[in-house]
């Protein structure tokens, strides 16, 4: 009996071992065959059958390979970058996913892992992977390195990918304006392939002359007319003097010239002068001057750059020297997607205040602070620009020594090409440091303003806009709450 047990449980076992033997033989023929028939389909150029095969398989290194490549034809990079990173690395001599990864990491604009993947592939001198080099160099706006690989490639013996270079640089120097040598560059490639799929586009690239250099200058010029339903405040809007609430309309002539050159190594010179005159009906002792003068310098790269303005600005109140302020605020800017950006900046400025009344109430200061903004087009046709900003006064006069903290946003929505209509806010917090004389006691403000505007453009470089703009002002001591109505219709040329 025993031995009957024995041989049965013996056999039992084998027949199990088999059994698994002929499952897992199952499994790997299945898996072989997906595989198989991925390979076929990325032939044949289905991919959609390629990635329904190999989907739920388990990872491999071709399966990783021929899925990241179906992933990266049907242009989805989130799904297709890690595995092609993962086949580049199995086999770094694998042409078509070095191209595949390349193209995918220059579409995502992620030009540092591109250089980086280059750098590790064999026979990267190869023309095929100059070709990535010189649209990674197109990319990055750097002229010197795309003349000269593209001018390389240019000369490629591979007939077809030389023309393939000819036409990615007559592109290039289409849109940067070098038509001459966009046409030498046509008719070069011309010479060497009349038969060609591209010669056909090569014969379209026209002879024509070179536009001139656009001016680096630019000007404006505007006129509103404003009614002002609480014109007795000062300029800068935190010490209202003489009676509030005297209403009036004034005229406003505004004058703009800006300066912008680019200079070699991605530098760049930048400067503004900026005038802005009032004239009251019948408040004239409140007609105010400002004139504003900006120089500045920086670098502008791909996606990121620096700059560095100074700033001089002068205030006349009635006729009258009313303060001088100058401004230095260092910054940097990051391109978070091509339309949206931010800039982050530091702040230092030293104004000098004629008017004062006693030694206490001397706004002359030295200000510290920065401030982030953010803004860009968040749609082709909706723009966003918001700014929060912290500034610290240190003032003559301890009536005036303060902390500001600001915030601000504005968004504008082209309805057509012409007319478009925004709507923004402002929100300030002020503390002041020391008692306030001669009302000794502690002052505190908070402020809220309204925007609400609208352009139209009526012909070419001309512009009409109106805006609304309410200002509630309220504080611990009573003197210094105001409320502003200010209502513009204006026209502006700019040239």
């Given amino acids: ?28 023929f299945c898996q072989e065959s997906s595989l198989n028939a991925a390979m076929q389909a990325h032939a044949e150029r289905d991919w959609n059958t390629v990635i329904q095969l190999l989907m739920a398989a388990p990872a491999a290194a071709d399966r990783d390979r021929l899925l990241g490549l179906a992933y990266y034809q049907l242009q989805q990079p989130d799904q297709a970058l890690p595995l092609l990173k993962q086949a580049a690395e199995n086999n770094p001599t694998d042409n078509e996913v070095n191209a595949a990864l390349l193209s995918s990491l220059i579409a995502e604009r992620d030009f540092a892992s591109a250089k980086a993947t280059l750098a590790h592939i064999p026979g990267n001198n190869d023309d095929r992977y100059q070709l990535f080099s010189a649209r990674i160099a197109s990319a990055e706006g750097d002229r010197r390195a795309v003349d000269k690989l593209y001018l390389g490639l240019l000369q490629s013996e591979d007939a ?10 007559i592109e290039y120097l ?29 014969r379209q690239v026209g002879e024509v002359r070179d536009e001139p250099q656009q001016s680096p200058w630019s000007f404006a010029l505007g006129y509103r007319l404003e009614y002002d339903d609480n014109v007795a405040l000062l300029p800068d809007g935190l010490a209202p003097t003489g009676t509030q609430d005297e209403e009036d309309f004034r005229h406003v002539v505004t004058a703009d010239a800006i300066y912008q050159r680019k200079l070699g190594g991605n530098w760049m010179l930048f400067a503004e002068g900026r005038g802005t005159q009032s004239v009251h009906h019948q408040a004239s002792e409140f007609n105010f001057t400002r004139l504003n003068g900006l120089l500045g310098t920086g670098q502008s790269f791909n996606r990121w750059g620096w700059r560095l303005p ?23 800017y990051l391109r978070v997607s091509d339309s949206l950006y931010t800039h982050v900046y530091g702040r230092y400025a030293k104004s000098d205040f004629d008017l004062v009344a006693f030694p206490e109430d001397d ?58 209509a925004g709507a923004g806010a402002r929100y300030t917090d002020i503390n002041f440091d020391n008692l306030n004389v001669p009302f000794l ?20 470089g001309w512009y009409l806009r109106g805006q609304l703009t309410y200002v509630d002002h309220q504080s611990s001591i009573a003197a210094f709450d105001y409320q502003r109505f200010v209502a513009s219709v204006g026209v502006s040329w700019r040239f």
Avoid: C
């Fill in 1 to 28: 009996m025993y031995s009957v047990d024995r041989y049965i449980r013996v056999n039992l076992a084998r027949v199990n071992i088999f059994i698994l033997g002929l499952a897992l033989a199952q499994v790997g």
């Fill in 160 to 169: 077809e990918l030389a023309q393939e270079a000819a036409a990615e640089y």
């Fill in 174 to 202: 289409q849109q940067n304006r070098r038509y001459q040598e966009a046409y030498a560059i046509a008719q070069q490639a011309i010479r060497r392939s009349p038969d060609s799929f591209l010669s056909y586009r090569f």
């Fill in 310 to 332: 100074a700033e001089v600005s002068h205030d006349r109140f009635d006729g009258d020297s009313f303060s001088t302020t100058v401004t230095v605020s260092p910054g940097a």
């Fill in 363 to 420: 706004r002359s200061a030295e200000v510290y602070g920065g401030g982030a903004l953010f803004g860009g087009n968040l749609t082709r046709q909706w723009t966003l620009r918001s700014i929060v900003e912290y500034l610290d006064y240190d003032a003559d006069g301890s009536n005036w020594d303060r902390e500001e903290i600001q915030a601000y946003t504005y968004t504008e929505y082209n309805f057509t090409p012409k007319w478009s």
């Fill in 441 to 460: 006691t502690e002052r505190a403000d908070e402020s809220w303003e309204y925007y609400l505007s609208s352009t139209y453009q009526v012909a070419q």
